[in-house]
């Protein structure tokens, strides 16, 4: 079971970094940390993904704990187009990702 | 850049009815994976295909059976439409190491059952 445990939802001030934090205390050493977003009434979005290292990209940052038995997602600076639920889930090296139990982000202006 | 289509985006059935979705993949992926997402619910995986073979089932019902196609499109056919079959259709394509790599999603078919 790829279970993974999120807030079910936060609030951000636009222009301020988001914390967000998965625990994923079973997860296997080879199984990777995906991180995907839906805005409304669209399809998911990937927004990065890691297996051990701290990793960032255009969208955001990872930060993998040193047992990989948690995860935060950072967005620098949050904006209003970053509302969304955000879907942490392990990649326990199949194709499909298991999505469930995201936390629902709120950015206030 | 190239995004994965899908078709149609809105689908209007009665109980009964069959409906077939379409979804085209990003040119040079060839993994396919279709998700259900239900009013308020999570995307649900329902099966996906690797190189036109089925690789993972998911909550897919014995009413809906999908292909992947020579051309690596893929459609999913569903019959005797229930009501609880009005959901979001979600198709997703990728390529790459598995577990490590990257799903692209459409923008969705609505489907309707009335």
């Known amino acids: 079971d790829a279970k993974t445990t999120q807030p079910n939802s936060m609030e951000s001030n636009e222009e301020e970094p988001v914390h967000l934090p998965c625990n994923h205390s079973?997860?296997?050493?080879?199984?990777?940390i995906h991180w995907y977003r839906q805005l409304p009434s669209q399809g998911p979005e990937y927004v990065i993904h890691?297996?051990?290292s701290n990793v960032n990209n255009r969208m955001a940052s990872l930060a993998i704990a040193e047992d990989r038995k948690s995860s935060t997602l950072i967005l620098h600076r949050a904006t209003l187009r970053d509302a969304a639920v955000y879907y942490c889930?392990?990649?326990?090296?199949?194709?499909?990702?298991?999505f469930g139990g995201g936390t629902r982000l709120m950015v206030k202006p | 850049a190239a995004g994965v289509i899908q078709s149609p985006r809105h689908l209007i059935k009665e109980k009964r009815e069959t409906a077939t979705l379409k979804c085209y993949p990003i040119?040079?992926?060839?993994?396919v994976y279709w998700y259900q997402q239900g009013p308020g619910q999570d995307p649900q995986f329902l099966i996906s295909?690797?190189?036109?073979?089925?690789?993972d089932k998911g909550s897919i019902p014995d009413r809906f059976s999908a292909q992947q196609f020579s051309d690596y499109h893929s459609e999913l056919n569903m019959s005797s439409l229930e009501l609880g079959d009005s959901a979001l259709y979600f198709c997703?394509?990728?390529?790459?190491?598995?577990?490590?790599?990257?799903?692209?999603f459409g923008a969705g078919s609505r489907l309707t059952v009335l």
């Open positions: 040119p040079r992926h060839d993994t």
């Open positions: 889930i392990r990649n326990n090296a199949g194709n499909m990702l298991t």
């Open positions: 997703a394509s990728s390529w790459g190491e598995p577990g490590a790599n990257v799903l692209t």
């Open positions: 079973t997860i296997s050493g080879t199984d990777y």
């Open positions: 890691g297996l051990t």
């Open positions: 295909f690797y190189e036109k073979m089925q690789s």
